[in-house]
């Protein structure tokens, strides 16, 4: 009997095919899922299906849309598709859908990301929990979809032209100085989209020179894991940067919902200086807006939206819990420290393109390298997300709690220690995996690494 408590986290549904969840689950998550949209008053009779490019994605996203027509909707299906695309299509056809795909994760992995119309997020307080429930108990009294007559074949759209147009006129990149921009998409989504958005011949030719790396959709990621947020993942990217004379180079995860970015020297730009750089762009925009910023993110961008006469406003970390704190201050733009980027223009929701789309422009309206413009962004020093396996994770936060009494603590997202110095730390639980991540940021790099060290010795011992 599958025990969907173990695959369904904080803001989505995530696990390993077949052994913790298969056709049979997605089909009464399906029926789950649509039961709760019913039960709302969700507008509109449809519901939108897309998948990546894992193996599983087909299956799974077939066995979901029969358990949505049991329970009384219609399914339009658009196919392969990035998670921003799914969600475009969902804030422009004010419809609910769902996203199949684990992400980052390794291949074996699959995942559903669901959404009410317009994008709206669902999370385990906005729904997810409930949809858990009602597909746990039609799992366990053996329910399925009625065979009956043959389902009507689903309507079936293609939504890639327009969601690059609608891209291409948030962002502006016509009159940019001409860039080399190699591209990672790690043989995820960012393969599909890229070429369409900054490079379709049907759109206005861009000043942009695209060198593609690992663009074949394979979702068993035969060249690196498609999760940049792993420096091992970017090694092939700084080194084509360099060899190409690249002015910059970009990193899409397997489901191009994120985007990590490297500067004409193969160096990391952080996500904290994207989110900076970017809310600078959108205040420019629209002054005295509110921007949103997980508490991970560096000291450095609440600093800078307040430089640029923004409102910073933090949140936990978690796509469900910026989004719903987006909806709730309005907020123009929102970031975190993994690559996340969210936008008010784009129904509050991420997409890591629309990101990269404005780092272009930003580099392309001035004439600095990169790594000079990323400067203006970076005022600490940060140890990057390290991931640590621990047994019990409650008990070992606590017991890193008792080590540093006199520290400020903070307990918005695990917990989180401030030193008088302006170092911090925050250690939490993964909600997609059992481990617990640690981030430390500090004035300088002797005291970020004697911190990372002291606190990792702690966890691990």
């Given at each position: 009997m599958s025990?969907?408590?173990?695959?369904?986290?904080?803001?989505?549904?995530?696990?390993?095919v077949p052994d913790q969840w298969d056709e049979r689950v997605a089909e009464a998550l399906g029926a789950a899922f649509t039961q709760v949209l019913n039960g709302s008053g969700e507008p509109g009779e449809a519901v939108l299906i897309a998948h990546d490019m894992r193996a599983t994605g087909p299956g799974l996203a077939a066995a979901f849309a029969a358990g949505v027509r049991a329970e009384g909707r219609t399914v339009i299906e658009l196919g392969l598709s990035s998670t921003d695309m799914l969600y475009y299509a969902s804030g422009s056809l004010n419809l609910p859908?769902?996203?199949?795909?684990?992400?980052?994760?390794?291949?074996?992995?699959?995942?559903?990301?669901?959404?009410?119309?317009?994008?709206?997020?669902?999370?385990?307080?906005?729904?997810?929990?409930?949809?858990?429930?009602r597909a746990q108990a039609r799992l366990d009294k053996g329910e399925s979809a009625p065979a009956g007559e043959p389902a009507a074949p689903a309507e079936r759209r293609d939504l890639l032209?327009?969601?690059?147009?609608?891209?291409?006129?948030?962002?502006?990149?016509?009159?940019?100085?001409?860039?080399?921009?190699v591209v990672d998409a790690g043989n995820g989504m960012g393969g599909y989209t890229v070429p369409t958005v900054l490079g379709d011949a049907a759109l206005p030719a861009l000043p942009?020179?695209?060198?593609?790396?690992?663009?074949?959709?394979?979702?068993?990621?035969?060249?690196?894991?498609?999760?940049?947020?792993?420096?091992?993942?970017?090694?092939?990217?700084?080194?084509a940067v360099v060899e190409h004379g690249a002015e910059i180079?970009?990193?899409?995860?397997?489901?191009?919902?994120?985007?990590?970015?490297?500067?004409?020297?193969?160096?990391?730009?952080?996500?904290?200086?994207?989110?900076?750089?970017?809310?600078?762009?959108?205040?420019?925009?629209?002054?005295?807006?509110?921007?949103?910023?997980?508490?991970?993110?560096?000291?450095?961008?609440?600093?800078?939206?307040r430089e640029h006469g923004g409102e910073p406003v933090v949140a936990r970390v978690g796509h469900s819990f910026i989004k719903a704190e987006m909806a709730r201050t309005n907020a123009i733009f929102g970031g975190e420290h993994s690559a996340h980027y969210y936008f008010r223009d784009f129904w509050f929701a991420d997409t890591g393109?629309?990101?990269?789309?404005?780092?272009?422009?930003?580099?392309?309206?001035?004439?600095?390298?990169?790594?000079v413009l990323a400067s203006e962004y970076e005022r600490y020093v940060a140890s990057g997300e390290i991931n640590s396996t621990v047994s019990d994770q409650a008990a070992k936060?606590?017991?890193?709690?008792?080590?540093?009494?006199?520290a400020e603590a903070d307990e918005l997202d695990g917990l989180t220690l401030r030193f008088p110095d302006g170092a911090w730390f925050n250690l939490r639980a993964s909600n997609t995996e059992p481990l617990l991540r640690l981030n430390v940021e500090a004035p300088t790099t002797e005291r970020m690494i004697a911190l990372r060290d002291e606190v990792l010795d702690r966890v691990r011992r």
């Open positions: 025990d969907l408590s173990q695959i369904v986290k904080a803001y989505d549904v995530r696990g390993t859908g769902a996203m199949f795909t684990a992400s980052h994760n390794p291949a074996q992995y699959n995942g559903i990301k669901m959404c009410r119309s317009g994008a709206r997020p669902i999370g385990q307080d906005s729904g997810l929990a409930e949809i858990r429930d032209p327009d969601y690059a147009a609608y891209l291409r006129k948030l962002v502006d990149l016509s009159g940019i100085r001409p860039l080399k921009v942009l020179e695209i060198v593609p790396l690992y663009f074949e959709l394979d979702g068993t990621f035969p060249n690196h894991e498609a999760n940049p947020l792993d420096p091992a993942n970017l090694v092939d990217l700084q080194r180079g970009l990193a899409f995860d397997g489901d191009a919902d994120r985007c990590f970015v490297v500067d004409e020297r193969g160096e990391p730009v952080s996500p904290s200086a994207i989110t900076a750089l970017v809310a600078a762009r959108e205040l420019a925009k629209h002054p005295g807006a509110t921007v949103i910023h997980n508490l991970i993110t560096s000291s450095a961008v609440p600093e800078i939206i393109m629309l990101a990269a789309m404005h780092t272009l422009a930003a580099l392309g309206e001035q004439s600095q390298p990169l790594s936060v606590a017991e890193v709690r008792a080590a540093y009494p006199d």
